[in-house]
């Protein structure tokens, strides 16, 4: 029985390292295509690519649903050979993954061509970011995230800050050297605090300007110099709804590419039920106010599309799944229930 038992644990343990393997394989296999211009190179031709034009990703719409197609190398060349460029524009895509058999994924963005041309090609179309992210898979969703986020850098760091002169990008897109000082540069990500107060009995939910009709949200703000995540959830909710925070407790975190890269740091937040009264930051909200739990339950289930009124007006609807606002709220729901 012993040595039956003693099998049954070498094999289970044989799987599970090699599924950590798996892993440990592909994380180390994209820091050599980071690191090695040569085998990131050679990789530009075995790899597939996810298209973008002008920050927008391309995107094909099969029956109700929307997938992002990844081009290979010769399906690549065969569109670039249209624009008789296909050297010059491979060199410019970017890193974003590879798969567990090694097959290495890139960005590229083509807004400087006919993007007609290529939606024609393709049969497809280029689709503004923040409505891509909403429609097709999680994957896909994380990845066009990632790339568009990295290619924006790139965009915007071609010059050094020390000596104003042309930086260059390595072949993995995973940094811009500036020759002239010798400085590195790197992709960065910004933090910012979005958190879902709550009082026990009601969550807190804001509405910014910029936001589609209708959409309620947690409050969010960027992290300041010096901050800690508990210091900058506390003067932000101080700051835009004039509340005071007792206790807060981390939730989860999510790469968001708005409004260029940021490190989305999700939080509950807790204040006094008897010190509640919301005084609200005009400059930066148009409303802010309490929802009760059938209230939030209902908003969960509604549409944009449904949310509309014969008087114009908008019933409250909610961030969709694939936002970590959405999280925060499906959480608070589950706290109330237990």
Sequence with gaps: ????????????????????????????????????????????????????????????????????????????????????????????????????????????????????????????????????????????????????????????????????????????????????SGVTYYPQMSPVVITLVSNRSQCLLVRQPSFPPGMFSALSGFCDLGENVEEAVRREVAEEVGLEVESLRYSASQHWPFPSSSLMIACHALVGAQRDEISMDTLELEEARWFGMEEIVEGLKREPSSSKQDDGSFLPWFPPKQAIAHQLIREWVQQQTA
Aim: proline share 3%; glycine share 4%; net charge positive.
């Design 1 to 180: 029985m012993a040595a039956v038992y003693q099998t049954l644990h070498r094999g289970v343990s044989s799987l599970v390292c090699r599924l950590h393997s798996t892993y440990v394989r592909k994380m180390r296999y994209l820091n050599q295509l980071k690191e090695d211009d040569s085998l990131c190179r050679q990789a530009q031709t075995s790899g597939t690519f996810y298209l973008f034009h002008n920050l927008s990703p391309f995107l094909q719409k099969v029956g109700k649903k929307y997938l992002v197609p990844q081009l290979s190398a010769a399906e690549m060349k065969g569109i670039l050979e249209k624009f008789q460029e296909a050297e010059q524009w491979i060199e410019k895509s970017v890193l974003i993954g590879c798969s567990d058999e090694h097959r290495p994924c890139f960005a590229l963005d083509l807004g400087a061509l006919d993007k007609s041309v290529i939606e024609s090609e393709l049969q497809g179309s280029f689709t503004d970011l923040r409505k891509a992210l909403f429609v097709v898979n999680r994957k896909d969703s994380s990845l066009l995230a990632l790339a568009q986020s990295l290619l924006r850098w790139h965009d915007s760091h071609q010059y050094c800050s020390k000596t104003g002169q042309p930086t260059q990008k390595n072949p993995a897109g995973s940094k811009r050297v500036c020759h002239a």
